[in-house]
């Protein structure tokens, strides 16, 4: 129950598309949804996050869709750029057990081509 | 302003030994976390300490130890070093309970 399982593990897209990676869950309590960036040898960087009382938001080229219901939430990468290229990973935290707890997915290695 | 700070970058190790990891959290966070990131896999969480207490442990064996100091940053040592404890250690600060910044981590390696 206290897993996050994202996919897939890895993407390759052509520079201008979209990035599309997806992350489920099972735990109802979480109730905070992060999504971080990280480039080889360097720390993780918080990107975005949602909460489940809003479906979707945007910053940039970058968009959480959240499927309450359905347990699932997702991260779009608009106008993908070679820069963009690095290992992204989802995270999900809430519930008395997980004070402060973020537990995150397996990561999702993006490679976008000039 | 300075982010999150942990020295050193990298250590070396015998196995047996003890290690002492240092991270420094952004001014005015009061909460520090700290996780273990294996190669090719997501961090996984180890403690979590707010205006130092502990507030939250993960499943990792008590060789595994931290604290927090009154300017808020925090140590993690890790005693009877094993090979599989070669990793990322990721520290993390974080002014509201959720939101957590991260460090660029420590490299241990234990041989």
């Known amino acids: 129950q206290q897993q996050v399982k994202q996919s897939p593990q890895s993407l390759i897209v052509q520079k201008g598309g979209i990035s599309i990676i997806n992350c489920a869950y099972e735990n109802t309590a979480f109730d905070y949804f992060p999504w971080y960036q990280q480039f080889p040898g360097k720390g993780p960087a918080l990107l975005i996050a949602i909460r489940p009382d809003v479906s979707e938001k945007k910053e940039g080229r970058f968009t959480i869709s959240f499927n309450k219901s359905a347990k699932q939430f997702s991260l779009h990468i608009m106008d993908s750029q070679p820069g963009d290229s690095a290992t992204y990973f989802c995270a999900a935290s809430g519930g008395s057990s997980n004070t402060g707890k973020l537990i995150f997915g397996q990561g999702t290695t993006l490679q976008v081509k000039p | 302003d300075a982010g999150v700070t942990q020295s050193p970058t990298h250590l070396i190790k015998t196995r047996g030994q003890h290690v002492t990891l240092r991270c420094s959290p952004i001014?005015?966070?009061?909460?520090v976390s700290w996780y273990q990131q294996v190669l090719g896999q997501g961090p996984q969480f180890i403690f979590q300490?707010?205006?130092?207490?502990?507030?939250g442990r993960g499943n990792f064996p008590d060789r595994f130890s931290a604290r927090q100091f009154p300017n808020y940053s925090s140590e993690l040592n890790v005693n009877a070093l094993l090979l599989g404890d070669s990793a990322l250690y990721l520290c993390?600060?974080?002014?509201?309970?959720?939101?957590?910044?991260f460090g660029p981590g420590t490299r241990l390696t234990v041989t």
């Open positions: 001014s005015g966070h009061k909460s």
């Open positions: 300490y707010y205006e130092k207490e502990e507030r």
């Open positions: 993390a600060s974080s002014g509201q309970v959720d939101e957590q910044y």
